[in-house]
């Protein structure tokens, strides 16, 4: 109409262009100085906000064919559960979110096994057996980790809490915490 203001459009940005305007000086200082990438060190600055007070594991099983980082607590939080299979295989596990886990190469070398209620899933390498993650049945959305497959340097303490598995349901539902392990 007449007399009305011209709308402005603004021409859409090109994806994954940002405009640090004052701060582009001290970026690109940031990103020589410790030798990364643009997307490298956008991702050093992600992780650091989104994963807030926790600290990047990396870890995988004997022979190195399946490795996987892992967003946790310096101080972990591990379950000593005494279920048939926890029992036989020794799994001791910390349990995070599956937006915490990121499996870094191995998935073609990963078999899984379940019984029972088919719910957690043992995920184990094909090459040396050794399982170093696995989905829980009290936390199918998330993962339980074994402490023990980690890579040396950034377990601070370890703290065990022994959990009834012979009475899985029972120990569960009398738990406080154990559902709300993998909530981001």
């Known amino acids: ?11 859409p940005a090109e994806l994954g262009a940002v405009d640090l305007g004052a701060q582009s000086g001290r970026w690109a200082a940031f990103q020589e100085r410790y030798g990364l990438s643009g997307e490298e060190a956008a991702r050093l600055l992600l992780d650091t906000f989104e994963y807030k007070g926790l600290v990047k594991h990396t870890g995988g ?14 101080d972990l939080h591990v379950f000593n559960c005494n279920c048939s299979i926890c029992t036989k295989k020794q799994n001791r596990h910390f349990i995070v979110p599956a937006s915490h886990f990121k499996l870094l190469k191995g998935a073609d ?36 980790i074994a402490p023990h497959c980690l890579d040396d340097g950034t377990v601070k303490t370890i703290i065990t809490d022994d959990i009834n598995g012979k009475e899985w349901e029972k120990a ?6 154990i559902r709300d392990m993998s909530k981001p």
Do not use: M
Not at 1 to 11: F, L
Not at 61 to 74: I, K, L, M, Q, T
Not at 120 to 142: E, L, W
């Open 1 to 11: 109409a007449e007399g009305s203001p011209a709308e402005v459009k603004a021409e």
């Open 109 to 144: 070398n990963l078999t899984t096994y379940t019984f029972n209620t088919h719910c957690a899933q043992h995920t184990f390498c094909k090459t040396c057996g050794v399982q170093s993650f696995y989905t829980p049945r009290s936390n199918p959305d998330g993962y339980g």
């Open 61 to 74: 099983c004997h022979c190195g064919a399946v490795r996987f980082e892992v967003w946790a607590s310096a």
């Open 172 to 177: 569960v539902r009398e738990h406080k915490t």
